[in-house]
């Protein structure tokens, strides 16, 4: 499940990448127009992706998850990174986000603000908290050429 997805490029880039699930979903409160047409133009290029793809305009609250769904969003903005972590780890699935835009009214930053910038803290708290739900954790940073809202963290149930 891609949250946020928009066009849903990172939710066809995974089911090229590893094919072993049998669809995606794309969920975004608004949908750009584009998106159908530029799925076909993925699907044209490469057909095993043809029908594999849902596009949904809802909110991730809305959306019934499974402990064997993969939730993943790119710039979850502000408090949409903590739902999309709450969301899958009450499911138990796997889960991946790149936050950004954090809303340092909203976002808790553990205290830590005083030793580390507060979008830092933020998410050192979202690594924990998800820890802290029986998730392994990892920390990554990609490359800044790509987005300066740069931080990875995935998450996995231990019990998995």
């Given amino acids: 499940m891609d949250v946020a997805g928009g066009h849903g490029l990172l939710a066809h880039a995974m089911l090229l990448l590893d094919d072993s699930s049998a669809d995606a979903i794309v969920v975004d409160t608004s949908l750009p127009p584009s998106s159908a047409r530029l799925h076909a133009i993925l699907a044209e290029t490469w057909p095993r992706l043809s029908g594999r793809i849902t596009f949904m305009s809802a909110r991730v609250e809305e959306v019934d998850l499974r402990s064997s ?36 009214d909203v976002n808790d930053d553990g205290g830590l603000a005083g030793w580390i910038d507060r979008p830092l803290a933020v998410d050192v708290v979202r690594a924990l908290r998800l820890k802290q739900r029986g ?19 995935i998450g996995e149930p231990r019990d998995l």
């Fill in 69 to 104: 769904d993969i939730v993943v969003s790119v710039h979850a903005c502000g408090g949409l990174s903590d739902v999309v972590l709450d969301r899958a780890s009450s499911a138990r699935a796997r889960v991946a986000v790149l936050p950004c835009c954090h809303d340092l």
């Fill in 135 to 153: 998730y392994r954790t990892w920390t990554q940073s990609i490359s800044d050429d790509i987005t300066p809202k740069n931080r990875l963290l």
